[in-house]
């Protein structure tokens, strides 16, 4: 009997390519299972799985609350771009060892993760940093997305010019509609100790002051475009809820598409002639992918005085793209070359990143480590091949609830969503 292994799909749009590309290359030795949030909930007290592989520690403690609980043997695979660089290094160390404030729970959670597999040494120093011990347990792989496996081929020909906005407001239009009043109070009273550029961390409303300023400027473009002839592709923010952008532009005076529900990133990028972002760290992705950007984090010089120290705002990629002063500016580099050229520092930086170039082979190394040390034939076991199929049984009950909500206006969202049995078919096959 084969072991199990559970993946967790945190957001559709960017984990299931790389769930996809993990199942082809380990279902033939491994019983291969996707979740996501709402699977979360049954598998402290129903489920029984051999190998669970999470983004982030802080999602294994909601899955089983107490280290106890779980089971099997855990494995960290991270799946957000955030920067090892020394501004921001406080938030990637809470991201890869959980918030939790009671030091020796917070070490027995640890404890339960066999392996971390990070993205670029950058990451590896910030652990080793943290716990020599830790960092014992980390294997630098490079960047998930972007194994040579999750790459489609996109056919350009016949094809208008296409503008794509990489959208980052999470803040103003969050998935589950949380209120914004809990966003603020959450901003205030925050668990990363974030610090803003000119003044003291309890004045959340600088975050606020971007987010509104970055989106007037991003209403702006959309107009320019237009009046070439241009209708831009939005790309929600995985914390976005995709579904307001589409109420938002009915008569309104501004034409735009927004992306596919089940389209990822990474291809999404690939169809795109020019993408648009504020300050991002999707430019890893826009670098290692060759695309033309505009940077529009400069059309302000507002902007950067309200910059928290600890997010996107000074992430060291930021230098290697064209980031125009104004309009005019921008409106003439639509049609020009605005790759980031890779000479010596981006590559250096890459490379501490991502783990460039390797990053080609990211998910390979993922998988050999688990094919190498974890694959092994154990006993049969009806109790636990009868827990599986309660499992995939609970996934279509909630697809199938799904499907009649949406018939009285529901929509699924990228953190939202249900894995009945086509779409675990349509994620197999991605």
């Known amino acids: 009997m084969k072991k199990s292994i559970y993946f967790h799909i945190d957001e559709y749009n960017r984990d299931t390519v790389v769930a996809s590309c993990l199942y082809k290359r ?28 999470f983004p982030t520690v802080e999602l294994l403690v909601s899955a089983f609350g107490k280290p106890n609980n779980c089971k099997g043997k855990v494995f960290i695979v991270p799946n957000e771009s955030i920067s090892g660089a020394i501004r921001v290094k406080r938030r990637l160390e809470l991201h890869l060892t959980g918030t939790i404030s009671n030091s020796f729970l917070k070490k027995q959670w640890l404890n339960k993760v066999s392996r971390f597999f990070l993205w670029g040494n950058s990451h590896f120093s910030v652990l080793k940093n943290y716990s020599k011990q830790i960092s014992k347990k980390c294997l630098i792989v490079g960047h998930p997305r972007h194994d040579k496996f999750c790459y489609n081929k996109n056919d350009k020909t016949k094809r208008k010019f296409s503008v794509g906005f990489a959208s ?56 320019i475009l237009n009046k070439k002839n241009i209708i831009p592709n939005i790309r929600p923010h995985p914390r976005e809820n995709p ?20 389209e990822t990133f990474v291809d999404w990028i690939n169809k795109q002639d020019l993408i648009i972002t504020t300050a991002s760290t999707s430019l890893y992705d826009c670098s290692l992918l060759g695309k033309n950007v505009l940077l529009i984090d400069k059309l302000s010089p507002e902007r950067e005085k309200h910059g928290n120290l600890y997010l996107d705002d000074f992430d060291p990629i930021l230098k290697y793209f064209y980031r125009p002063k104004n309009l005019r500016d921008f409106e003439k580099r639509i049609y020009k070359n605005n790759t980031a050229k890779k000479n010596m520092g981006l590559k250096k930086l890459l490379s501490a990143e991502v783990n460039y170039p390797n990053h080609m082979y990211s998910l390979q190394k993922v998988s050999e480590y688990l094919i190498k040390n974890e694959y092994s034939e154990i006993n049969f076991n009806l109790f636990k091949i009868l827990k599986y199929k309660i499992f995939i049984f609970k996934q279509n009950y909630t697809a199938l609830k799904f499907s009649i909500k949406k018939l009285f206006g529901f929509k699924e969202v990228g953190s939202i969503f249900s894995l009945g049995y086509f779409r675990n078919k349509d994620i197999k096959k991605l």
């Open 243 to 262: 579904n307001n952008w589409k109420k938002f532009k009915k008569n309104k005076d501004i034409l735009y598409n927004v992306s596919q529900f089940n």
């Open 168 to 223: 980052r407001f999470d803040l103003l239009n969050i998935f589950d509609n949380r209120l914004n009043f809990e966003a603020i109070y959450n901003g205030w009273f925050d668990k990363y100790n974030f610090n803003y550029a000119f003044s003291k961390k309890s004045n959340v409303e600088h975050q606020w002051f971007n987010a509104v300023l970055d989106f007037r400027n991003f209403l702006d473009i959309i107009k």
């Open 26 to 53: 380990l279902s033939k030795y491994f019983n291969f299972f996707f979740g996501n949030r709402i699977d979360l909930f049954n598998l402290k007290n129903h489920e029984n799985f051999d190998i669970y592989i």
